[in-house]
C-alpha cells in the first residue's frame, strides 16, 4: 500500500499539516526532542571493521536496510521539515532545505541524499533479484557476506558517513539549548 501525504503537506492541496507546523512555536526543547527520535536510529556499522548484525534467530548474520540505513536519514529530514516549517517536499529536498537554515553543510545534505539514495537503490535491486528468483518480495533484510566487496565496503562506508552527520548534528544541537 502506498500512502500519499501531499494532501497534508502540499501547500496546493491545502497542506494542512505544513500549516499547523508553521503555526505552532518550536521551541528548542520540542525541536531537541524531535532530534533525539531522529538520532535514536542509527546506522549499522561497526565500531572496528564491519557491519552490526542480527545474531540469532531468522535474520542471523543479516542487517536491516530500511531502519539501519533509510530511517537515520528520513528522519533527519522530518526533523528539518519541522524546524523550517515546511513538511513539503521529498527526503533529499528536505535535506537539501537544511543547509538554507545552517542545519546542515551542503558536504552533509549530500553525503546524507548520497546514503539514502545508495541504500535505497541496494534494497530495490536486492528486491527485484528475489522478485525475478522466486516471484516472491523478500524483506529489508541482506546478508553483507552476500553482497561482493565493493558494494560491501560502499555500504559500510555509507553508514559511517551518516553516523559522522548525526554525531555532528547532535553536537552542534546541544549547544543551543538553554543551560
Do not use: C
Not at 31 to 53: C, K, S
Not at 74 to 80: E, G, N, T
Amino acid at each position: 500500500m502506498v500512502v500519499d501525504s501531499r494532501p497534508l503537506t502540499d501547500p496546493q492541496l491545502g497542506g494542512a499539516l505544513t500549516q499547523s507546523i508553521r503555526s505552532h512555536t518550536r521551541t528548542s526543547q520540542f525541536l531537541r526532542a524531535l532530534l533525539d527520535e531522529a538520532l535514536g536510529w542509527r546506522p549499522p556499522a561497526g565500531f572496528i571493521r564491519d557491519f552490526v548484525v542480527h545474531h540469532s534467530g531468522e535474520h542471523r548474520g543479516q542487517l536491516d536496510l530500511k531502519p539501519g540505513g533509510l530511517t537515520p536519514v528520513v528522519a533527519l529530514a522530518r526533523w528539518i521539515a519541522i524546524a523550517a516549517g515546511d513538511a513539503s517536499g521529498t527526503t533529499v529536498e528536505r535535506l537539501h532545505r537544511g543547509t538554507a537554515l545552517g542545519l546542515l553543510t551542503t558536504d552533509e545534505a549530500d553525503t546524507l541524499a548520497g546514503g539514502f539514495d545508495n541504500v535505497y537503490g541496494l534494497l530495490l535491486r536486492h528486491e527485484v533479484r528475489a522478485l525475478r528468483a522466486s516471484g516472491t518480495p523478500t524483506s529489508t533484510f541482506i546478508a553483507p557476506k552476500d553482497l561482493d566487496s565493493l558494494t560491501r565496503r560502499h555500504l559500510r562506508e555509507t553508514f559511517r558517513a551518516i553516523a559522522l552527520v548525526q554525531s555532528r548534528v547532535d553536537r552542534a544541537w546541544l549547544t543551543r539549548l538553554p543551560g
